[in-house]
């Protein structure tokens, strides 16, 4: 009679084959400190819908249903994994299997002797209830409400109206956080769907409340 396979055989073997052909080796990531701007990726074998890549913010920090935010800068893949595992363990019977790999990082900055070219593009990012989270690369003028298309829409985990625009004042260092309802309701005031994008700007969709 043959054994079947364990969870914890199969997290391995997925975990191996998402290191060998991901952003960076295995043998890489083991030794490999996160930075703000690299792309993880991270699933849960116990439920595929959690499954996603997220963004690591400038402040150091990601987003993860039922986890909330994480400080993932300076922590290796292993310590990630094991932050999220313990952070899920509540929702599941047991502590649930997260397999976590580095599927991109991000871009080193080059400084050269001359004046860089005005960039016809802005940086921006989006992280959490989106299906397509990460530093996007956007035209000016662009909106929020086009923002969040190009981004591939929300999940279904997502709190369409409390929707966060982090915008940080380069001036004062300060940043000013401005609520957006995709579905037109909340309290409170929220900026319109004409809302333009500036440089830096973070977009956060959180994930939803239970009966919300």
Do not use: C
């Amino acid at each position: 009679m043959i054994a079947r396979p364990t969870l914890t055989w199969i997290a391995g073997t997925l975990a191996g084959l998402m290191l060998l052909f991901g952003g960076i080796s295995a043998d890489a990531q083991s030794d490999y400190r996160i930075r703000s701007g690299d792309t993880l990726q991270i699933e849960v074998l116990e439920d595929p819908g959690l499954n996603r890549s997220v963004l690591v913010l400038p402040d150091g920090s990601i987003s993860f249903p039922f986890v909330n935010t994480l400080q993932a800068r300076g922590m290796s893949v292993s310590d990630v994994r094991r932050s999220l595992a313990a952070g899920l363990a509540p929702n599941f019977a047991a502590e649930p299997t997260v397999v976590v790999s580095v599927a991109a990082v991000a871009e080193p900055r080059i400084v050269g002797s001359r004046a860089p070219l005005p960039d016809p593009t802005i940086d921006v990012y989006i992280m959490g209830e989106v299906a397509a989270a990460g530093k996007k690369e956007v035209s000016p003028g662009t909106t929020i409400l086009q923002f969040l298309a190009e981004s591939g829409g929300l999940t279904s985990f997502a709190a369409k109206s409390r929707i966060e625009l982090h915008r940080t004042d380069p001036a004062t260092g300060r940043t000013t956080v401005y609520l957006f309802s995709r579905n037109g309701r909340g309290k409170g005031p929220r900026i319109g769907a004409g809302t333009t994008l500036a440089p830096g700007d973070v977009v956060v969709v959180p994930s939803r409340h239970l009966f919300e």
